[in-house]
């Protein structure tokens, strides 16, 4: 990708005016041009940011006082004393020093902690059936009534002899009336009564979220000659439904619906599909991933991994510091900052059921904890007002922010009252034009190149429109 020059500018200029070629006896000079390329990139610069100024303090969410990354220049300065650095460039001239955008001190020479877990064995699909229960509804009541209060006892078998038989009473009251809209039928009549309760039953959030809960979910089949619907609720494991029952009464009471029960046996894993991840990492923070009895079709390793990290990595960078990143099935986990490598050296992997995992440490990372980083902390400086020495007073007053500051004097950036070691600053500003070389690059956006030739070339327009002066004033 071609670097833009301020000479490269220039030359567009010169063609443009010169009719296309440049020549040798062209009468304007490329150093005028030079000149005025630096002058209106420093105008463009300035008038684009005092907009900001005023749109921010006039319209408020309107606009956002930021400078355009397009215009910054990034330099290493070396510090001397560990108290000020030297720019090779003078930042342009801007309100509160805000030409000097960031000013952060390089690193020690410290390498990340990087390991990577490889996920080598996925979900395998369980053998199990469901168990199911069934209730056939005959045609119940001519007019439906709005709400209808369920309740049933879900009675869940003991699998062996290692675990205990468990009894759920579950109650929630279903709308009839929504129901029926959301199907866009009416059926407030004798042959469609019963199917709009199970429609209101399937359909309820709240019935749903409860027996999901324990791994029960509702569907039905289609009716059968005699105009019976059928509710079936199905699971993964062995269970019966008792007590069923409408608004307190069993089949044939006051509601006005019957019904009969039938049951399903399903068959179940010897090892029922329940399996899980979990990283553990030194500072105590857990991150995993479950798959839960109910769900027993295959995931595949790199499905597994994609998971993890869809859950985890946000969760992960915020509280540890540690990037996560996949491919495929192999998962890295890096230092966001170098701190040591504590955290992922010291790494604890442990899975329940299917997955299975390798974890390496590689050799062009940390492979071990580094002392000498367990405490780095990036240092970035904040600006403050150059006024020259400081009372006591407003020392205090800096130290309790918690900030390191620097304050800048032409191309000197001073690092206030610094306690810290420090051989080199990393420098972005927006370095004034006159001070940028012809051939280094000229931090611009594209599309005010295209304003600035503009620009000249209609000043260089009207100084050929002007009539040339050839009187000799020198008479006598």
Known sequence: MAVTTRYKIAEQVLRIVSGGNASDDSSIDIRDILALVDQERDAIIKREITDRFYTKSTAQAMGELEITGDFLTKETVNVTDDS??????????????????????????????????????????????????????????????????????????????????????????????????????????????????????????????????????????????????????????????TNFKINGDESGGSHGFSWAQAHSAGSTDATPNSTSIMVILESGNIYSLHYQLSETDAVAASDVAQNFVDKNAYKMSIEDNINMTISGAVISFEEIIPQGGFNVDKMVVSTNGDIAYSLQALDSYTTEPDATAREYERKIYTRMPSSGSHNVMYNKTILKSGKRFFYTEGNLIYLYKNTDSIDTLTVHYIASSRTLSDTSAYPLPGDYETEIISNLVQVFGLMKQAVEDVTNDNVG
């Open 84 to 241: 000020y650095g030297t720019l090779n460039s003078h930042p342009i001239s801007l309100p509160n020093d805000m030409s000097v955008f960031r000013v952060e001190a390089d690193p020690p020479s410290l390498t990340k902690a990087k390991r990577t877990l490889t996920i080598s064995t996925g979900v395998t699909a369980s053998a199990t059936t469901d168990d199911i229960a069934r209730f056939m509804f005959s045609p119940g009541p001519l007019r439906l009534e709005e709400k209808y209060r369920i309740s049933f006892t879900v009675n869940v078998e003991a699998e062996s002899e290692n675990t205990i038989a468990e009894t759920y009473d579950i109650n929630f009251t279903v709308n009839t009336k929504s129901g029926r809209q959301a199907s866009g039928q009416n059926r407030d009549n004798a042959r469609w009564s019963n199917i709009s309760l199970l429609e209101a039953i399937i359909s309820d959030k709240n019935a749903r979220k409860i027996c999901n809960d324990i791994g029960i979910y509702f569907t039905s089949t289609d009716q059968d000659p005699s105009s019976n619907s059928r509710l079936v609720m199905a699971a993964r494991y062995s269970f019966t439904i």
